[in-house]
């Protein structure tokens, strides 16, 4: 059965008003497919690096990697999954910006019956991303001081809680007193407003001079500087986004000059390649979003139909927390 979905297309690269709601024509599931109809969107700042074309991807596109819903349709071939699962998808397809698609069924998840939609699709991405960066990538020990740069976006938020479960002491970079209170209230030990204050200075300071073990960067090029004279002898920078642009022309010896430093630029998908990876970082997320050591805050909510101003709103430092489209 042929249906009609509402669906975020781009055709070329650029700012948020390249987004179009289009209407799409769904065929049914094919081989090894499913229907999924969305309940909720999850918003990432890799979608605006899909739409903006620093990551490059194959014009016309959908756009969105993560989204809660409930199977409908299931075509040959899917054993696994029944019209009327709740599942969850972070990718690596894209399209997630849709009322309904059609997707691999190995690139559905089971949502378990404790955690809502909402949750599923704001958390998922962001905590998947959490989990490898501080327990695989950097492998975080309790009492290392670590610096988290927008310590009140959405990773960012989920990176806080994660490392003060762990008992690293956590040091958070914001803008403003009202994203301060957010990354306080997630258990940030200490907060610099990188918008008043010297961002590295500030670290030494607070490490008696030291710096801190591992550097989490989301930002990029801004803030490229203040990693690098914020990190310990040896210490580690995973930079991990590019929120302002990316960090580019980097010289190694900056990395000797600065401590016999270690940098490392993950992505998710290599650390959740096999189905062994993906289950076991999956769970582990839902493992500490159910011992309440994580909470998700869904700072901000727009319909499907507001795609466009959803990226400028993140773009432009406007949201905290996580963000979620509505279809």
């Known amino acids: 059965m042929t249906t009609i979905a509402r669906a975020a297309r781009i055709n070329r690269t650029g700012g948020p008003d390249v987004i179009d709601i289009v ?54 071939g899917v054993t696994f999954w029944r019209a009327g699962d709740r599942v969850a998808t972070f990718g690596p397809h894209r399209g997630a910006y849709a009322s309904a698609r059609n997707l691999a069924a190995d690139a559905l998840l089971p949502i378990p019956d404790d ?131 990316p960090v580019s022309g980097v010289n190694l010896g900056e990395l000797a000059a600065h401590g016999s430093l270690f940098v490392t630029r993950p992505t998710l998908f290599d650390y959740y390649r096999t189905a062994e990876e993906r289950r076991a970082g999956v769970d582990r997320l839902w493992q500490m979003l159910r011992s309440g050591q994580v909470q998700v805050t869904i700072g901000q909510r727009y319909s499907l139909e507001q795609a466009a101003q959803a990226h400028r709103d993140l773009e432009s430092r406007q949201t905290s927390g996580s963000t979620l489209l509505l279809p």
């Open 115 to 245: 955690i809502s939609d909402e949750i599923a699709a704001a958390a998922l991405l962001k905590g998947c991303t959490t989990e490898f960066l501080v327990e695989r990538c950097a492998r975080v020990e309790a009492g290392w001081p670590v610096l988290v740069h927008a310590a009140a976006g959405g990773v960012g938020l989920i990176l806080v809680q994660w490392l003060k479960a762990i008992g690293a002491r956590v040091i958070g970079t914001v803008s403003t007193e009202a994203k301060a209170a957010l990354a306080r209230e997630a258990g940030a030990d200490e907060i610099i407003l990188y918008t008043q204050e010297d961002t590295a200075a500030r670290v030494r300071e607070l490490t008696g001079g030291a710096g801190v073990r591992v550097v989490f960067d989301g930002v990029g090029m801004d803030t490229w500087a203040a990693s690098l004279a914020a990190t310990a002898l040896r210490g580690m920078i995973v930079s991990y986004g590019n929120a302002s642009a």
């Open 23 to 76: 209407d799409a024509t769904l065929a049914p599931p094919g081989l090894g497919e499913v229907r999924m109809r969305h309940t909720a969107i999850g918003l990432n700042f890799i979608d605006t690096y899909h739409r903006s074309g620093v990551y490059p991807v194959e014009l016309p596109s959908g756009l969105g990697l993560e989204a809660a819903g409930v199977v409908e349709q299931v075509g040959d």
